[in-house]
């Protein structure tokens, strides 16, 4: 059994909050150019509704924004781990969120990524700070690279869990955005942590 798990998927989720969750808020200020790569989390009363249309007017109706088919595409995925950590006290303790750009902003010693992730040029930025870590890392990324096609891994999402497993690998470095994370309805902390 893992001490903890690092995922990146919201955790703490507002009932109804027209400005959102903080730590999305102050993950996209820190992250600049990379701040679109933050979404905003939706709010607990969508996640088990059956389409995106009866999904986006509750939201609108409780928030006074919608959501985004990015935010919808995930809700399954968000649902499966807000349930999850509702229903066992001990996962509380072991999953945490993380944003893999925030993460690469912290391992970057506060800068943001300057190209976006699916271009080359953004690949081989945000592996150079994996290397600065873990020297070799580029020797298993490329295996994952040639072991799986596209279509079922895309190379930025190895580098993502990449960076999130040596964020956690680093404990005694980690941070928590906001510092004093707030909690939702559930008592579950809407925080991103990095190091």
């Known amino acids: 059994l893992a001490d903890v798990v690092f995922v990146d998927i919201p955790i703490g989720l507002w009932t109804a909050a027209p400005g959102g969750r903080q730590c999305d808020s102050e993950a996209r200020r820190l992250l600049g150019p990379r701040a679109s790569s933050v979404f905003n989390a939706p709010i607990r009363g969508i996640l088990g509704l059956p389409g995106y249309q009866e999904a986006n007017a509750t939201s609108r109706q409780l928030t006074g924004k919608g959501i985004s088919k990015q935010t919808w595409n995930i809700c399954g995925k968000i649902l499966e781990v807000d349930a999850l950590m509702k229903a066992d006290p001990k996962a509380r303790h072991i999953i945490r969120e993380v944003h893999p750009e925030l993460c690469f902003y912290g391992l970057a010693n506060g800068h943001p990524m300057t190209h976006n992730k699916k271009t080359q040029a953004g690949f081989y930025e945000r592996l150079e700070i994996i290397e600065r870590y873990l020297p070799g890392a580029r020797d298993f990324v490329d295996s994952a690279l040639a072991h799986y096609p596209r279509s079922v891994l895309a190379a930025d999402?190895?580098?993502?869990?990449?960076?999130?497993?040596?964020?956690?690998?680093?404990?005694?470095?980690?941070?928590?955005?906001?510092?004093?994370?707030?909690?939702?309805?559930?008592?579950?902390?809407?925080?991103?942590?990095?190091?």
């Open 157 to 195: 999402d190895i580098l993502d869990a990449a960076v999130a497993a040596l964020t956690a690998s680093l404990s005694s470095h980690w941070q928590t955005l906001p510092k004093q994370p707030e909690l939702d309805c559930e008592g579950l902390p809407m925080e991103m942590v990095y190091c």
